[in-house]
């Protein structure tokens, strides 16, 4: 069984930083995607970046592509989202999961089997 726990979320004016950081506990392959997943209210919850933990490039959502940064810590199964300039828009409960398998080109929900509990970021 494979834990996520996400954190660093908080309250920002626009313009602003975050980090993100999400951790996995518990036993976990050395190769899958990591992903950073969004949701607000009324709203289904749509993919933000990915990262696999071996080699490929990071993939972005067009509307964070320039703004965030996902990066990984293999050895200590962490994954972390930077992000810078934000928006209102951006404001959204931020999810991280994890897939036992390569990312896809075009992440999707259904495709991560874990799950974090969430962290709040708000922009004002």
């Known amino acids: 069984h494979v834990q996520l726990v996400e954190s660093g979320g908080g309250s920002v004016q626009s313009g602003g930083s975050l980090r993100l950081s999400c951790a996995a506990a518990?036993?976990?392959?050395?190769?899958?995607?990591l992903g950073w997943f969004r949701q607000v209210p009324g709203m289904g919850r749509e993919a933000v970046a990915a990262?696999?933990?071996?080699?490929?490039?990071?993939l972005y959502a067009d509307s964070v592509l320039g703004r965030f940064t996902i990066s990984k810590d293999n050895a200590r199964k962490t994954v972390y989202l930077q992000m810078n300039r934000l928006e209102p828009e951006d404001t959204a409960i931020y999810y991280c999961?994890?897939?036992?398998?390569?990312?896809?080109?075009?992440?999707?929900?259904?495709?991560?089997?874990?799950w974090g509990q969430g962290t709040q970021v708000t922009v004002s």
């Open positions: 999961a994890a897939r036992l398998l390569r990312c896809r080109t075009v992440p999707v929900r259904r495709d991560f089997e874990y």
């Open positions: 518990g036993y976990i392959s050395k190769y899958y995607c």
């Open positions: 990262i696999y933990t071996g080699l490929g490039r990071p």
